[in-house]
């Protein structure tokens, strides 16, 4: 991770002052940006911002149980979306959501298995939003040969010059 975000930061992976306690979301100190991690079983992806940012990874073939999933943890408009859908249909947009899910989850800090069900996502994707509390994220998602990416932050967040645009940075292994 230092050796992804040091030229990024331009500064030597040395000097980064990454802090990544066992168990915890790595972050940065004040003023240093905000990071963001997620890997799966052949790739890795690092994302950069200078507001608070979430990313998630999937490999796009990930095999995962759609119908449970959106029965457990889906909010109604999305149940009763997905659930009308064709198994490979419903199996690739069930991943969809769980990306966007899942990053706005590494965004607020918090817990997969307490905030999943908190989290409904838009039916056409482009934002995610919190049932309790309110929050509304804004989404960019990819693929990337065999992944799927999501990277969520907050509107109000997003400046509109270039350097200040969020950098996911992917490494394959």
């Known amino acids: 991770m230092r050796a992804l ?3 990024l930061l331009q500064v030597s992976s040395a000097d980064l002052p990454l802090v990544a306690p066992p168990g915890q979301p790595p972050g940065l100190p004040d003023g240093w940006g905000f990071v963001s991690l997620s890997h799966c079983t052949d ?4 994302a950069w911002a200078p507001w608070r940012i979430g990313v998630d990874l999937e ?3 990930r095999a995962l149980p759609a119908s449970a999933l959106v029965k457990r943890f ?13 198994d490979t249909r419903q199996r690739e947009a069930v991943l969809e959501h769980w990306l966007l ?3 706005a989850i590494k965004w607020q800090r918090g817990s997969l298995s ?3 069900s908190h989290w409904c996502c838009q039916t056409d994707c ?3 939003a919190h049932r309790v509390n309110g929050v509304a994220l804004q989404v960019q998602s990819w693929r990337q040969a065999d992944w799927s990416l999501a990277l969520v932050s907050a509107a109000q967040e997003i400046g509109n010059d270039a350097n200040s645009m969020p950098q996911a940075l992917l490494c394959l292994a």
């Open 5 to 7: 975000l040091a030229p």
């Open 43 to 46: 790739a890795l992806v690092v």
């Open 59 to 61: 490999r796009t073939d």
């Open 74 to 86: 889906f909010c109604a408009q999305e149940r009763d979306a997905l659930l009308l859908m064709d």
């Open 101 to 103: 899910k899942e990053a």
């Open 114 to 116: 307490r905030d999943l």
């Open 126 to 128: 482009s934002a995610v």
